[in-house]
């Protein structure tokens, strides 16, 4: 009897101690997944430092590429206000409230209780937050200043994605944009008799357009063109002397204040000897998607290589 309790208590230990050898793993792997699902952002694309609610039920948007990111992400239906300039977009509730961007009204805000705040950084003048009083109150305020790059873009939707924990769907979007990106590159890198193109932010008078540094300038350059203003950089102000001595092949705007952008510059005094205005290569392509740094660029990316190389792409 001796010999087959302690025989029994051999077995009870080893299987005791098998089970804890195999549960342990068990438990470090539930423990590293449910640290991995949590893992929210700390500091904000500006670099500043947030705390994301593991739970997010309200958002606040503030500019249109964030709310079209959020949307194509699955969370329109979370947004219970947005700014002004995002009225119209699709996928948004009804009856939301919208908020001019450059003058917030904080207790407006901080009405809707909204769990986190997306801003654009254009908000931020003169280094003043015009948000801190809601930071102040505890509300979650990331923000994210304009992208100049691609891969900022991209950084943008991933960095979205976390907030909202969908960092799998932003990854999505962002294989989406790559690829179709690659896709007209590789038609693009063939190209060796290069277009010159003028593109047009703002119209006469005040005419505004873009050097390098700028996202618009890498996707003139992806297919296969040459931007007039390359050898300066950011956004500029622009002359009409500079562009009509440049004499670009084409001229695209996506000016959509005046009511026929390709006419008022094929109008201009002194421009119909420009190349592009002659040979009636003056194209019109949505703001929305051009101006506006997101995934959606890429629809503006085709619509700029089909208008500049029609018998390439």
């Not at 939301?96 to 904080?106: G, K, L, R």
């Not at 297919?223 to 001595?245: F, H, K, M, P, T």
């Not at 085709?302 to 029609?310: C, D, R, T, W």
Request: charged content about 25%; some cysteine; aromatic content about 8%.
């Amino acid at each position: 009897m001796k010999k087959f309790n302690f025989a029994l208590l051999i077995a009870i230990m080893i299987f005791t101690l098998t089970a804890c050898s195999t549960e342990q793993p068990k438990q470090q792997e539930q423990q590293q997944t449910e640290t991995t699902e949590i893992q929210l952002p700390t500091k904000d694309m500006a670099g500043n430092d947030i705390t994301v609610p593991t739970e997010i039920n309200k958002i606040i948007s503030l500019a249109p590429s964030i709310t079209e990111m959020l949307v194509d992400l699955g969370y329109g239906d979370k947004i219970v206000a947005a700014d002004t300039y995002s009225e119209g977009i699709e996928g948004l509730p009804e009856g939301i409230e919208y908020i001019d961007m450059m003058a917030p009204d904080a207790e407006k805000i901080a009405a809707l209780e909204p769990d986190v705040l997306l801003a654009t950084g254009m908000m931020q003048k003169d280094g003043i937050d015009p948000l801190k009083a809601l930071k102040d109150m505890g509300i979650c305020v990331a923000y994210i200043p304009s992208s100049d790059s691609i891969e900022k873009i991209y950084a943008d939707i991933i960095f979205i994605s976390e907030i909202v924990q969908a960092k799998d769907k932003g990854q999505a979007l962002v294989d989406e944009a790559k690829a179709k990106v690659a896709e007209i590159k590789a038609i693009g890198d063939t190209i060796t008799d290069k277009k010159s193109v003028y593109f047009e932010i703002a119209a006469a008078p005040s005419m505004y357009s873009f050097g390098t540094g700028v996202f618009l300038n890498e996707m003139i350059e992806i297919i296969g063109a040459e931007n007039i203003l390359a050898d300066q950089q950011s956004w500029l102000s622009v002359s009409e002397e500079a562009v009509i001595a440049a004499n670009p092949d084409v001229i695209i705007t996506n000016v959509d204040y005046i009511e026929n952008a390709v006419d008022e510059i094929k109008a201009r005094s002194g421009w119909n000897n420009v190349t592009a205005v002659s040979s009636n290569e003056v194209y019109f392509i949505e703001n929305d998607i051009t101006s506006v740094p997101n995934h959606n660029f890429v629809k503006g990316l085709q619509k700029m290589a089909e208008a500049v190389y029609p018998d390439k792409y």
